[in-house]
């Protein structure tokens, strides 16, 4: 039997929602692989939905909004770009940025719903199943999917995301506007820095560890380990437990 | 009506076949028996039509008989039907809230004809889903708001002073604020009117006493609005008039504000003089000081270009008019009118367009491409139709300037919180079915606000906007979207005061309150959601879209999280 995907969909209610209506008065036909779930802006979309659909091992996420300027919600939509610009950074560092996708479909666009499902559909089929959906996980894999949902969810990446069009957009109390380049920069570098340190807390979750340790089995620098430990340890989530010959052991006193 | 949350869950799902339409491609009766397998489900079964009278009573019955707590109907889509649903509910003393609809017809058995089997597998999932956000649905209470049953009209232009005179004869109380002395806008500034050539003063004069004779109408002139805060039925208004400011409280608003006339400098040859525009050309006619014998009109000066891309759609009337009254003073006088198309809609305005050439005024075609070229006294023009350049000599220059949006427009949307489009006009809620609303609720546009519109459309628009504005006034409260978004009590230590939802709500609807805490003004939120997936500490929740429930339906889908 050939692959047949299972993909997640997030409709708004305004404009894709209606879109994917009209498709059905239409009777145009599409691939039946996706579930909806109706949201009432694309902007509703919690990043920890997708990874939360991608860890329980659905194949692709489609998110679909209003066209920019037509959202109900006047800018909704915007910040859903935001968000899954977010997920999408992330979700490369693990080569599954095509599992999702965002898509502009409006109310009247009855035909273009379907082509979109059509053409995300064919794209998921093409990309084979998640290597999270069979039978024997690869757990390695699904640690480092954790990291990045922990990195998602750790609050300096979401204050950045809802933070980022009034820092890049408008001009602060000086008339200065901050660099997208520049945020970008500093966006990315967040990124890469939040998803060691998510890995780091997994990995001193099951046993403590050294610094070296941490370098020889994330395969990163020690020295940048040692920066990340810093960091974990200002904010309370890892501490030194032990000293064994001349190494600080650390170990995860996060609450979970 | 919380009593019921503390209840076992009881899940009753209703399989609608809707005809054919679902029961002609799925198993209807094989669903609902898939459904009685499905978590907390007390009660499934499957109608002919679930809307219908009998499919509704079914409904009431089985909550009854079943003690059920939550109902989930599987048919058309929600967009057309939940109400009904939640009615139904309601009556049997459910809250519409603990209602769930799923979609099985719209987006799977109309759109997956071919594939039954495969329909059927997802009409499955679809149920399954729906029915794990029931049994997590919560009952809200309906938010009602006080109406304050007066308006606030914001221009004194015609569409403003229409809908004052239409909203005080309904008798309601009713502010018109006008920024300039005196009302009436452009009218000021028009001589004649088209179609039937009234004379623009003696209409205005006639509509001034209407608005002097009107009872409850209050009119500002001068006057500049300082703040709006608020929401529907609940506004509070600062007017600034000479230096002092007046507070109003008022509980709908009316955008009535107009458009302004572009300036053509530097474009061919203007000086106000030899080369004039429109308007200036009206105030010649009013005093009789238009001696020329040779007029020649551009039309689309500053419009339908790369840097106005729009249709005044006002100007080619314009034009034919003071083309036609030209003709009638002068009837020797050669009135010519370049234009790039000419739009007179309707049969009215064809038929004064086709009097304007039988009046011997000549129709001239040009391009963006090739633009007319202006010299001292004459006209260098690339005839369309003739393929080739000609000359046309003049002495008076006439041209037709678009109406641009104010410049002010942008502080206003910014105090309302409405949106303006590309050209800076005011968006309206909806192109077709919303075409005098905002998104806000509670206040409205109409005129040359959203677009350039000439008398008539004005009018129009006046009413239709205190016909939408009395539908608020006439109630003593309103219900308002009760699925909102909150920062529960048990949350609120979470709250890090981060302020991000601030910045991103689009309906200025969270606050900081004197406590310092964040405050989400239920009134004023709609219920977007954008907040919850926002929040850095996920402190704030959407209610009847929240995450818990959000996430039963993927993981309804996904199978179980594993940890």
Request: proline content about 3%.
């Amino acid at each position: 039997m050939s692959f047949e995907p299972r993909i997640l969909g997030f409709l708004c209610n305004w404009c894709s929602y209606a879109g994917a209506d009209l498709a059905g008065v239409s009777r145009i036909q599409y691939p039946p692989n996706i579930r909806v779930i109706r949201v009432m802006c694309s902007g509703r979309v919690d990043p920890e939905f997708i990874f939360k659909a991608l860890k329980l091992g659905i194949d692709g996420v489609i998110i679909t909004g209003c066209h920019p300027g037509d959202c109900h919600y006047i800018e909704g939509n915007y910040e859903a770009v935001k968000k899954f610009e977010l997920v999408q950074k992330l979700l490369s560092k693990l080569n599954m940025e095509k599992r999702i996708r965002l898509e502009w479909v409006s109310a009247s666009e009855g035909n273009r719903f379907a082509e979109v499902i059509t053409d995300f559909t064919n794209q998921i089929k093409e990309l084979g199943p998640s290597p999270l959906s069979g039978k024997d996980l690869d757990m390695e894999l699904m640690e480092k999917l954790e990291a990045l949902e922990m990195a998602a969810e750790s609050y300096r990446l979401r204050a950045l995301v809802g933070r980022e069009r009034k820092i890049t957009e408008q001009e602060n109390v000086y008339g200065e506007k901050y660099p997208k380049e520049k945020f970008d920069n500093l966006f990315d570098a967040a990124i890469n820095n939040e998803y060691i340190r998510n890995r780091i807390l997994l990995s001193l979750e099951k046993n403590p560890k050294s610094v070296k340790d941490l370098a020889t089995q994330l395969n990163i620098d020690s020295k940048e380990i040692l920066n990340h430990i810093l960091v974990l340890k200002g904010r309370n989530q890892v501490a030194m437990e032990d000293i064994i010959e001349n190494q600080p052991i650390y170990l995860n006193v996060m609450e979970r | 009506m919380t009593e019921k949350q503390d209840e076992d869950i009881r899940i009753g799902i209703f399989v609608c076949h809707c005809g054919t339409n679902i029961g002609g491609f799925v198993d209807c009766e094989q669903l609902a028996e898939y459904a009685t397998t499905l978590p907390n489900v007390a009660h499934s079964e499957h109608n002919l039509y679930t809307c219908s009278e009998t499919g509704l009573a079914a409904i009431r019955n089985a909550v009854k008989e079943h003690n059920l707590n939550r109902v989930v109907v599987a048919s058309c889509t929600p967009r057309t039907h939940e109400p009904l649903f939640r009615d139904c509910v309601q009556e049997v003393g459910l809250n519409p809230y603990l209602f769930n609809f799923v979609n099985i017809r719209d987006q799977c058995t109309w759109v997956h004809m071919k594939e039954t089997d495969a329909a059927f597998e997802k009409a499955k999932d679809l149920i399954k889903m729906g029915s794990a956000k029931a049994a997590k649905l919560e009952a809200l209470e309906r938010i009602v708001v006080d109406i304050n049953p007066i308006a606030l009209i914001i221009g004194g232009g015609i569409s403003g002073m229409n809908t004052a005179i239409s909203l005080s004869k309904q008798g309601f109380k009713t502010h018109l604020v006008e920024k300039e002395d005196k009302l009436g806008g452009r009218l000021k500034s028009l001589y004649k009117l088209f179609p039937n050539d009234q004379e623009a003063s003696a209409f205005l004069e006639d509509m001034t006493k209407k608005v002097e004779a009107s009872k409850n109408l209050t009119v500002y002139t001068s006057s500049k609005i300082k703040s709006i805060e608020g929401f529907i039925g609940n506004y509070n208004v600062e007017i600034e008039q000479n230096g002092d400011i007046i507070s109003l409280n008022v509980g709908a608003i009316i955008v009535a504000v107009g458009a302004s006339v572009f300036e053509p400098t530097n474009l061919f040859g203007y000086d106000g003089e030899k080369s004039i525009t429109q308007l200036e050309l009206e105030n010649k006619l009013k005093n009789n000081e238009v001696d020329a014998n040779n007029i020649v009109m551009i039309q689309c000066v500053g419009a339908r270009n790369e840097e106005r891309v729009y249709c005044s759609s006002i100007c080619c009337m314009t034009a034919l008019k003071n083309a036609l009254i030209i003709k009638e003073f002068n009837p020797d006088a050669h009135v010519t009118i370049l234009f790039r198309d000419i739009y007179t809609p309707g049969i009215q305005y064809e038929q004064y367009f086709k009097k304007a050439r039988k009046a011997g005024v000549l129709f001239i075609k040009y391009t963006l491409e090739k633009l007319p070229l202006v010299d001292k006294n004459e006209i260098k023009v690339f005839n369309e139709y003739l393929g080739e350049e000609i000359l046309i000599p003049y002495d008076l220059l006439v041209l037709s300037t678009p109406l641009i949006a104010n410049n002010d427009n942008s502080d206003l949307a910014q105090m309302l919180k409405v949106p303006l489009e590309e050209n800076n006009f005011f968006l309206e809620a909806h192109v077709k079915l919303r075409p005098i609303d905002f998104a806000t609720d509670g206040i409205y546009i109409c005129g040359s606000a959203k677009w350039p519109v000439d008398i008539t459309e004005s009018t129009t628009q006046g009413l239709a906007a205190a016909s939408r504005a009395s539908r608020i006034l006439s109630h003593e409260t309103i219900e308002v979207e009760s699925s909102t978004a909150y920062l529960p009590e048990w949350n609120k230590s979470l709250c890090k005061g981060c302020e991000v939802c601030i910045t991103i709500c689009p309906y200025n609807a969270i606050i900081k309150n004197e406590d310092d805490e964040i405050e989400i003004i239920q009134a004023l939120c709609k219920g977007c959601g954008t907040c919850g997936s926002t929040c850095t500490k996920h402190a704030i929740e959407i209610k009847h879209f929240n995450n818990e429930q959000i996430m039963a339906e993927i993981i309804a889908f996904g199978g179980k999280i594993i940890e």
